[in-house]
């Protein structure tokens, strides 16, 4: 790990030791790849304004959400299947996050039971796909809850499967069918075919989902009678309502990418929001969400607004900070580093993230993250004449 001096370093080092398959599940997209292309490119349209001359000799990059003080303003996001990266996946990214003091999400298509998980990260948060089934969701919530998990996080983005063509073509799919395209892929690493898929079946048996209702789900390889996916596109603002009625702790809508969606969710009480396009694996063509962030900000005053989807770097982070986000989440980052090297590489993925924040906050001239705004951005192209005004506006 000390060789991985970026995110870059860690998908290099996960391409190696991946399947091709699994790899490209995790590092792809939905149809032509166009949103996942775009997200990068929205953070690279914006410049920063540096303000030097400025003590920076103290800096903060801590931010509270939720009751809860964080070390940095970047979580791990929910993310599917971690097993398949690395042995007990879901467990080694809650340890990384906990150690680190940042916050973790597990997905709802995870292979570990939440309450492992929550007693390995008590700050743990849950995501959940939930159907427009009160009798589901009922259950769903008490199991949570009685897990000691404060904080739910309701994706509402993945009403139906997308298209993810490049994982058809490597032969994957969810659940997971056995073929010789994923068979070949893993004779050809044998390091992951021994360290994480013999010693999961050894150690664990076949993983099932675990938590995708109040009971036990099926195994990864099988569809099930009652498919995770069903009932999703029935779902609306009534059953996020019913949700947050009986849900005492924080809950999060994650999804929205509309000004008038973060106003309908401040309107009945939801307590934040992940503004996500879903890092490009939905609905191709979608407005990034860096883009739809800042007039959700606007329209929406004092609702906190977390952001995922194309953050690589530090400067993305902060890009994200000034233009609204109260904080982010990263999903393939930390993915590739739990691929390269288990809990340690996701730690190392979190410790990039955090030591560039804060050379770049010193670099930028703002001591504390909480003193970023619009004044330290331009957008790329516009020359400033004087403090941020951009010369084309200039009598």
Not at 65 to 86: D, E, N, R
Request: glycine share 10%; charged share 20%; hydrophobic share 45%.
């Amino acid at each position: 790990m000390n060789n991985a001096l970026s995110i870059r370093d860690l998908e290099t080092a996960a391409r190696k030791r991946l399947p091709a398959s699994i790899f490209g599940y995790v590092s792809g997209g939905s149809e032509d790849l166009l949103t996942l292309r775009a997200n990068r490119a929205a953070f690279d349209a914006w410049r920063f304004v540096p303000r030097p001359l400025v003590n920076v000799a103290k800096r903060s990059q801590k931010v509270e959400l939720f009751g809860k003080t964080y070390s940095a303003p970047v979580g791990i996001a929910p993310m599917g299947v971690a097993t398949l990266c690395h042995f007990d996946g879901d467990v080694a990214l809650a340890r990384a996050a906990h150690e680190a003091g940042q916050p973790y999400v597990l997905s709802a298509a995870s292979t570990t039971p939440l309450e492992r998980v929550a007693q390995v990260n008590p700050d743990t948060w849950y995501q959940a796909y939930l159907p427009a089934d009160t009798a589901v969701i009922g259950p769903l919530l008490e199991r949570v809850a009685a897990a000691g998990i404060g904080v739910l996080v309701v994706t509402v983005d993945v009403q139906i499967a997308s298209m993810r063509e490049n994982e058809i073509r490597n032969g994957f799919s969810i659940p997971l069918r056995p073929n010789p395209t994923l068979i070949m892929g893993g004779l050809l690493r044998p390091r992951w075919l021994l360290g994480n898929f013999v010693r999961t079946l050894l150690a664990q048996g076949v993983p099932h989902f675990e938590n995708f209702t109040a009971t036990r789900g099926g195994p990864i390889i099988r569809a099930t009678p009652g498919d995770h996916r069903a009932g999703r596109a029935a779902m609306t603002w009534e059953e996020i309502r019913w949700i947050r009625e009986r849900w005492n702790g924080a809950l999060l809508v994650k999804g929205l990418l509309r000004a008038s969606d973060a106003v309908m969710a401040q309107s009945i009480g939801v307590d934040g929001v992940v503004v996500s396009n879903h890092g490009g694996r939905q609905l191709d063509g979608t407005v990034t969400s860096l883009d739809a962030l800042p007039a959700m900000a606007l329209a929406a005053p004092g609702l906190p607004l977390i952001l995922d989807s194309g953050i690589r770097r530090g400067t993305d982070v902060l890009k994200a900070l000034a233009l609204g986000a109260h904080a982010t989440l990263v999903g393939r980052p930390a993915m590739y580093g739990l691929a390269a090297a288990g809990q340690a590489g996701a730690a190392q993925a979190l410790a990039l993230f955090k030591r560039e924040i804060d050379v770049d906050l010193a670099l930028l001239g703002c001591a504390d993250i909480a003193q970023l705004s619009t004044d330290f951005l331009c957008r790329a192209g516009e020359v400033l004449a004087a403090d941020n005004i951009p010369l084309k506006e200039l009598p």
